[in-house]
């Protein structure tokens, strides 16, 4: 068996150099054509070996590049395959610009008459397995129009994706993914660094590290069932792992899918919630952190800083649509003033919100707005995507164009319309198991258990409750002393109140 697929493997491997050898020798041949008719010259002037070395030149190159390409594809693919394919890429753009910006709507004619304007192209570069360009819109087009055709444009050169950045003043940048990197899933190693700005959770589409900035910001990730929200999921909680076993984070995690989510690594959170209850608790007790923060910096600071026992709070709910949707009125009533209270409140005091739901459309997540920045994972429409990213959205990050077969990948867009392609790293459940064994969070203060009053900012902290952890029995509550009779006042007779 081992000999047969040994065989196989060389067969493959030889048929696919003599492949590479012919095609491209053939895609060379007005080249060849150049060299026979030199190579022909020489041959009548009598110079047979300088003849023959010129007629066969091109096939005995290719020959070389895929004996190579064979034996050794990482350097052959470093040394002379990438730049080849890169500088392929950049003239074909060039040579072909003004048929495909014809072709893609972008061409304008400022009269029936008059011949069709082309946006300019400039600073065409590639790198890796991107070729990126900018492009001028011309005199009567926006920005937005150019991006709008980036779809087109990238077809058209045979692209797997683009991302359009504005560049302002009319200019965009298109950056088009020619190799496609996100299709093999990759697997992220143990976390050690002391993370709570940010968290490196998978790659973008130029093969660079992905990383979600967490400070400061508030994230909605959005995806089908199946469309990978575990990988980032545990990719955030994960990596903030070790900080969290450091006491720099504290990790909040609330899954009403009947905590399937959530109890895989639950060691690493400081609380979790698993009932409806139980969130609602939670919730509480996290606004009830910033209550706190606000009346300790009042006046003193306006940015927070985290420290060992003063930690930056990370609140992750799985299935964000439960809590705010589908529980008992009361709850998602409850739940959803709450969150929009952590939502426009707890940035500044170091309070984080990273929600995960199926379901975008308004009646699930009506907060959706309060979130300031979103990952669009697999979407089943564009209806979906602009309803996520809004409008304009669909063409720059077509969340619903991500195939089934792509988990974790998806579209990352900041509340500046910055959009990254990236695709996840995948955690294994026994991989979360061993990070949460490595990284256990320490023991956490006890949650407010209840009576606690939703606030705005800038008012008292509420009063003080009785406690509980979340998900552990509630502590049985003190009865109230009964209270003294009252000892009756006197009244003036006239009735007058001054008087009393
Ligand atoms: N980053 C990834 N790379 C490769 N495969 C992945 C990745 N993420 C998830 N998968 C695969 O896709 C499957 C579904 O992923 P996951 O359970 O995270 O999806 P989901 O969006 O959370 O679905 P649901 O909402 O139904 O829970 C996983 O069992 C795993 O096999």
Known sequence: MDALSTTWAITRTVAGAVWYMLVWTFRSWRLVLACVMLGNLLLIGERAFAGYA?????????????????????????????????????????RNWKRIADRCGLATAPRVDEARVIPRLRRVRASGNMLTFNVRARVGQTADDVAAAAEAIATSLGAEA???????????????????????ATLPTIPSAIEFRGVTIGRCSDGTPW???LAGRHTLVVGRSGSGKGSVFWGVAGNLAPAAHAGMVHLWGVDLKGGVEVAVGAPMFSHVAMNEADAVGLLRGLNRVIVDRQSVMRGQSRSFEPSPGDPVHVLMIDELAVLTAYASKEVVN?????????????RAFGVMVVAFVQDPRKE?????DLFTQTVALRLASGAETRMVLGDGM???APAHHISQTMPGAGYAVTDDGVVARVRADYWADDFIRLVAG?????????LPDEGVTVEPAGTEPPAPVGVTLSGAPPRPRT???PRAPRVPQPTSSDGDPEAA
């Open 54 to 94: 010129v007629i066969w030149c091109v096939p005995a190159f290719s020959l070389l590049r895929a004996v190579w390409w064979a034996v050794h594809p990482l350097t052959y693919e470093a040394v002379l395959g990438g730049p080849i394919r890169r500088r392929g890429w950049k003239r074909r753009l060039r």
């Open 162 to 184: 683009v991302e359009a950045h504005r560049l302002g003043a009319g200019w965009v940048e298109l950056s088009l993914t020619m190799r496609e990197l996100l299709d093999v």
């Open 211 to 213: 990383r979600l900035d």
């Open 334 to 346: 409850e739940a959803v003033n709450l969150l929009k209270l952590i939502l426009t409140q707890g």
């Open 364 to 368: 699930t997540v009506g907060m959706r």
């Open 394 to 396: 669909a063409a720059l």
């Open 438 to 446: 490595t990284y256990p969070a320490p023991p956490a203060p006890p």
């Open 479 to 481: 009865p109230r002393k």
